[in-house]
């Protein structure tokens, strides 16, 4: 069975864009979680989605927003990047809500 | 205050050897979940255990353990007979409940283990 697939792996953005991430979970689970990981502040929680709905958000400004589609693949977008944006961001995908959850490669983000 | 504690930043095996990974947590939602989860230099992020907080006995996976102690809120992950492979960062994890029937996940700030030959 596949893994959790995100594109792209690498991304450098200049400061003030928006970037589009994508993260497809492994076949058959609905469950789909965003995370930011950095040296200075270590794994933090984006969001949640389950069955196509936000479940559960982090302390991120609304700059940070995403989606789940119908297959349970997700996308997450920053609108409006800072450089304090740069990080690695993983999605992890979990068969239901409440079970493990298991994540994909990570997405480096550059901001410039 | 901090809801999952790891206070090793650091550890060295020599290979072969146990190792034991500290996790304390803090919560106080009765059902709650903890897990390990272990991040090579690749980035990628391994689900390693998981232990419910209604669960009586410790939770074993091949190499690793779980050593639960609810009452002192302490969740340590023992590595046996450890490999050159097992050098990377672990992290430890809870699920807790958050509002209106949501949940979150928190991190540790994770402890690099480092397996000598």
């Known amino acids: 069975k596949a893994g959790v697939t995100q594109t792209p792996r690498y991304l450098i953005k200049t400061r003030g864009q928006q970037v589009t991430l994508s993260c497809s979970p492994i076949s058959g689970h609905r469950s789909v979680s965003w995370y930011q990981q950095t040296p200075g502040q270590g794994l933090q929680f984006l969001f949640e989605y389950f069955s196509e709905t936000q479940r559960n958000k982090g302390n991120f400004p609304g700059r940070f927003s995403g989606r789940q589609f119908s297959n349970s693949r997700s996308e997450m977008n920053v609108s409006t990047l800072e450089l304090g944006d740069s990080a690695l961001y993983l999605c992890?995908?979990?068969?239901?809500?409440?079970?493990?959850?298991?994540f994909g490669p990570g997405t480096r983000l550059t901001v410039t | 205050a901090q809801k999952i504690t790891q206070t090793q930043p650091g550890m060295f095996v020599q290979e072969k050897e146990a190792v034991t990974l500290d996790c304390t947590y803090d919560t106080s939602d009765p059902s709650y979940g903890l897990f390990w989860y272990k991040q090579p230099s690749s980035g990628e992020m391994i689900f390693l255990i998981y232990?419910?907080?209604?669960?009586?006995q410790n939770a074993t996976e091949g190499r690793y353990s779980l050593n639960f102690q609810k009452a002192r809120k302490s969740a340590n992950l023992v590595i046996s007979a450890s490999q050159l492979g097992d050098s990377a960062m672990y992290f430890c994890a809870m699920r807790e409940a958050f509002e209106a029937g949501t949940y979150k996940y928190i991190f540790g700030t994770g402890t690099r283990l480092k397996v000598l030959a």
């Open positions: 992890a995908s979990s068969l239901v809500l409440f079970s493990e959850q298991y």
């Open positions: 232990q419910g907080s209604y669960d009586q």
